[in-house]
């Protein structure tokens, strides 16, 4: 029994594996656990093996192909088309051994262990970022409550809030100045992890390269550059810049019958966190357009007397996540773009 391809649906503990000869056919089905999965995998050569992405999926990746394995993995909704008849995990792994093999199948880098850190870090990070607007929020809700209005804002609230809580004559009750003492120390606290968090950030760009290359590029600071890495890494994964910017989701989306093109709001797609960070770079160039290069300052002269300042955004945006692609697959420095191909493109 000769297996050519073979397809593994991943789950936390259990993995179902769906072997299939030259000829497509499902010569196996077997299910394992981890460590069963890589001794059985160890002792057979096959020509692919493919997975979904998905967690736990660039470990198990890493693991096969130091043992001589080719690795793909593909996204679970291009994997979905090829499921027949009914859903189990046997046919999901099947459908995972007939995708991988196609010719215009798309595939996802295996992320390494420093891609992973720092996916991690951002993650943390976000979650800290999000939990500390949660918490400036509800303070300034229990405020409003007691007829004490804050402007939006954490430097409003870091700087009103310290006097709220020594101002005698603001009739507080005893229990909310414990409770919002609580929710400062709870501000206190988060702070701190995300100043170290930043510190880490700062550290990974000074040993890197890709980032400080990536740091001259309009816009882009130390998180939206690490992020690219994290996400990306060379680029390898995309042909052309905007092949990453369509996977962002910083293109239209279309609906086109009948010959004629129609053309929506941007997909959004692909990574939300890129591509917010992407967005956010663009609304900080666009604040000091008239400090920009010569071609590009031009460029968003144009954009802007035609176009909302949202959909400018989101066209800058397009342009610095094309611009990201190609820093990192080239190798070279940024190149501030010149004015007759930014006219052009």
């Known amino acids: 029994m000769k297996i050519d391809t073979i397809g593994i649906d991943l789950g936390k503990t259990s993995f179902h594996l769906a072997g299939l000869n030259e000829r497509g056919e499902v010569v196996v089905r077997k299910r394992f656990s981890r460590a069963q999965l890589l001794r059985f995998a160890a002792n057979r050569k096959v020509h692919l093996i493919g997975m979904e992405a998905c967690g736990g999926s660039h470990f198990l990746g890493r693991a096969l192909q130091e043992q001589g394995h080719e690795v793909r993995l593909m996204p679970a909704q291009y994997v979905k088309?090829?499921?027949?008849?009914?859903?189990?995990?046997?046919?999901?792994?099947?459908?995972i051994a007939?995708?991988?093999g196609r010719p215009t199948m798309r595939f996802v880098p295996i992320k390494s262990?420093?891609?992973?850190?720092?996916?991690?870090?951002?993650?943390?990070?976000?979650r800290?970022?999000?939990r500390r607007t949660a918490v400036i929020n509800q303070i300034r809700g229990l405020l409003l409550e007691r007829g004490i209005t804050l402007r939006k804002g954490r430097r409003y609230l870091d700087e009103a809030l310290p006097g709220i809580l020594e101002d005698a004559e603001a009739k507080l009750s005893g229990t909310l100045r414990l409770l919002l003492t609580q929710l400062k120390l709870e501000l206190d606290q988060l702070a701190l992890h995300l100043e170290e968090a930043e510190a880490l950030i700062e550290q990974t760009v000074q040993?890197?390269?890709?980032?400080?290359?990536?740091?001259?590029?309009?816009g882009i600071g130390p998180v939206?550059?690490?992020?690219?890495?994290?996400?990306?890494?060379n680029g390898a994964a995309f042909r052309k810049g905007r092949e990453f910017a369509a996977w962002t989701g910083l293109v239209p989306?279309?609906?086109?019958?009948?010959?004629?093109?129609?053309?929506?709001?941007?997909?959004?797609?692909?990574?939300?966190?890129?591509?917010k960070l992407f967005v956010q770079c663009a609304r900080a160039v666009l604040q000091q357009r008239t400090k920009q290069a010569p071609g590009l300052k031009v460029w968003l002269e144009k954009m802007t007397s035609h176009t909302h300042r949202h959909v400018a955004a989101v066209a800058l945006a397009n342009k610095l996540a094309r611009m990201a692609w190609a820093v990192l697959?080239?190798?070279e420095a940024y190149r501030a773009p010149l004015l007759a191909l930014l006219e052009t493109d």
């Open 81 to 95: 088309p090829y499921v027949k008849t009914n859903k189990s995990d046997y046919i999901d792994a099947e459908a």
């Open 98 to 100: 007939e995708a991988v």
């Open 329 to 331: 697959a080239t190798g």
């Open 224 to 233: 939206t550059a690490t992020a690219v890495i994290s996400a990306i890494g």
């Open 253 to 275: 989306r279309e609906h086109s019958t009948g010959g004629k093109q129609k053309l929506l709001g941007i997909s959004k797609r692909g990574n939300r966190y890129l591509r």
């Open 113 to 126: 262990d420093d891609q992973l850190d720092l996916q991690s870090l951002h993650r943390v990070r976000e």
């Open 207 to 218: 040993e890197s390269e890709a980032c400080q290359r990536l740091m001259q590029i309009p």
């Open 128 to 130: 800290w970022v999000t």
